[in-house]
């Protein structure tokens, strides 16, 4: 195995020459051809394939060499591989394939091989997730394009409620997200939970695709089960310009969650002067009390934002 995983096809042929079993798995289920395939040492890989390498042997986790190949980017030994009748639409333990591994790490000519040999772009992981997901959530706009060509439906959620649009959104990838409104993907799904994708947006400060769903008439006001809001997570995480577009859009500040939390509470919490100022601008009332009676000034007070304290107590808070 040290031998495939350095290049060493000398050592390989002599170890192969001495009886050594090609098929032998470490504790994790790893094989020689596995850790060959890993490596890209294809001329090592044909080598232990002469000597009646098994394609079928599976990690512990599940994986095989087809699998760990593809998730690496390996064209030419997953094309091998193909050639040789390796079982592509194979499934490790948790429910991935092959087609996942290449989607989530961007190998799109890998993508194309694998959808070549009917590989069903549809197939999910135990948790709901599939390939047209994983691509979306890592930005790989090509793949996402090359799948919806295959006919994959865009709206398919995981078991907690995530769909492919949710996943572009919080990671900022805006040609994706530009790429499924035109699908007519709609853009108000929500998670179990409650959460949507301008919430997502929000909390991470994508500022041009908050400008997006707004344009589509998203609607900023929805909140989450817990009353969470897009307004909260925006003025929690310190993105000032989304702060002001959903002011813009008329959204009131001073909605609560359940337990009594408000957006002007999450900023002074959190430090973002800036938001304090905007909100106290727009005339929201510092003084609102939590379910367990804590407000905005405790919590500035409590996580050391002396600036907040200072314009807090300019407006009249009353400290006691």
């Not at 798995?25 to 044909?46: C, F, P, R």
């Not at 865009?154 to 035109?182: D, R, S, Y």
């Not at 301008?198 to 041009?208: E, F, P, V, W, Y």
């Not at 089960?225 to 989304?242: E, P, R, S, V, Y």
Request: hydrophobic share 40%; aromatic share 4%; glycine share 8%.
């Amino acid at each position: 195995m040290l031998a495939c995983k350095g290049g060493c096809e000398d050592i390989v042929h002599s170890l192969l020459s001495a009886g050594a079993n090609v098929n032998i798995q470490d504790n994790k289920g790893w094989t020689a051809l596995m850790i060959a395939s890993e490596h890209n040492h294809i001329s090592i890989i044909n080598t232990l394939l002469q000597a009646n390498a098994v394609f079928d042997l599976r990690t512990t986790n599940g994986s095989n060499a087809l699998i760990i190949a593809s998730y690496q980017g390996h064209y030419e030994v997953v094309q091998l591989f193909i050639s040789k009748k390796v079982d592509c639409k194979y499934q490790q333990k948790d429910g991935s394939t092959a087609l996942m591994k290449a989607c989530a790490n961007g190998h799109t000519q890998i993508v194309q091989l694998l959808l070549k040999e009917q590989v069903d772009p549809n197939v999910q992981e135990k948790n709901g997730v599939n390939a047209f997901m994983l691509a979306s959530r890592n930005g790989h706009t090509q793949i996402v394009e090359l799948l919806l060509k295959e006919q994959v439906d865009p709206n398919v959620q995981n078991k907690e409620g995530w769909n492919a649009f949710m996943l572009a959104c919080e990671n900022g990838h805006t040609q994706i997200v530009q790429l499924l409104l035109k699908e007519q993907v709609d853009p108000n799904v929500q998670k179990k939970d409650g959460v949507n994708a301008l919430m997502r947006a929000c909390a991470s400060g994508h500022t041009q695709i908050v400008e997006l769903l707004l344009k589509e008439k998203v609607d900023p006001n929805v909140q989450e089960k817990d009353g969470g809001n897009a307004f909260m997570l925006a003025c929690q995480n310190g993105h000032t310009q989304i702060v002001q577009l959903l002011l813009n859009k008329k959204v009131d500040p001073n909605v609560q969650e359940k337990d009594g939390g408000n957006a002007f509470m999450l900023a002074c919490q959190n430090g973002h002067t800036q938001i304090v100022q905007l909100l106290l601008n727009k005339k929201v009332d510092p003084n609102v009390q939590e379910k367990d009676g804590g407000n905005a000034f405790m919590l500035a007070c409590q996580n050391g934002h002396t600036q907040i304290v200072q314009l807090l107590l300019k407006e009249q808070v009353d400290p006691n």
